[in-house]
């Protein structure tokens, strides 16, 4: 078990909530971290690039002129890439970036993610993080008493509407409920604040994992 500090919205420690490191994988896996974030750039891209071949482009078939005999370079059709307005010799034609990955392991990737965090002492644990009304200067004044105010990932247990709106556009910090996160979003931001209701249904959700003991590899 991983002993891990609850802290007021003050950033004062107001007791210790346990935490079984097997419901979060029981080791960091930096490999499946890797592939984790690699599928998720990867599923990010278009991949709507098109350029034209030489089939493409507008231009007679006929060759220019005869391959001898008149003192000029060989020449073949005026499409050919080697001429200006030619097409590309290797065009590039749209095509499909995504990866795929299961859900098992997806879990598993950000459940390690989030144990990376609190063997690495990044992730803050609240009682309780709520704003009466949508003021972005209460939150930033939260996050600069937790010191995670340099890139911060925000987990809230369900969407919390005041506290989305105060959020959303403080610089490198992003808000989700916990049900929504994924493995890049821990790791993309140096420091994780999470309600205690929100981690307790994350692990509530984990399958605990054969391997107890936590550590960091590599």
């Known amino acids: 078990m991983i002993e891990v500090p609850v802290l007021n919205i003050e950033g004062k420690e107001v007791g210790k909530f346990s935490v079984d490191e097997a419901l979060l994988g029981g080791e960091v896996r930096p490999a499946l971290l890797k592939q984790a974030v690699v599928r998720h750039h990867a599923n990010q891209r278009q991949g709507t690039v098109k350029t034209k071949t030489r089939a493409e482009v507008e231009g007679s078939t006929k060759k220019l002129y005869a391959q001898k005999h008149t003192g000029n370079a060989r020449r073949g059709n005026i499409r050919t890439p080697v001429m200006k307005g030619g ?13 795929d990955m299961p859900l098992k392991q997806r879990r598993l990737a950000r459940n390690n993610a989030i144990l990376s965090k609190i063997l690495s002492n990044n992730l803050k644990l609240l009682d309780a993080f709520s704003v009466s009304a949508p003021k972005t200067k209460e939150v930033a004044k ?13 987990a809230t247990n369900g969407l919390d509407r005041n506290l989305w709106l105060s959020a959303r ?37 984990a399958k605990p994992s054969k391997n107890k003991t936590a550590k960091a590899n590599g």
């Open 169 to 205: 556009n403080i610089d490198k910090a992003i808000i989700k409920p916990a049900a929504e996160i994924n493995a890049y979003d821990v790791l993309s931001k140096r420091t994780m604040v999470i309600t205690k209701e929100a981690l307790e249904g994350v692990l509530k959700g």
């Open 87 to 99: 097409g590309n010799a290797f065009g590039k034609l749209p095509r499909d970036f995504r990866q």
């Open 142 to 154: 939260v996050l600069s008493a937790l010191n995670a105010d340099r890139g911060v990932l925000i």
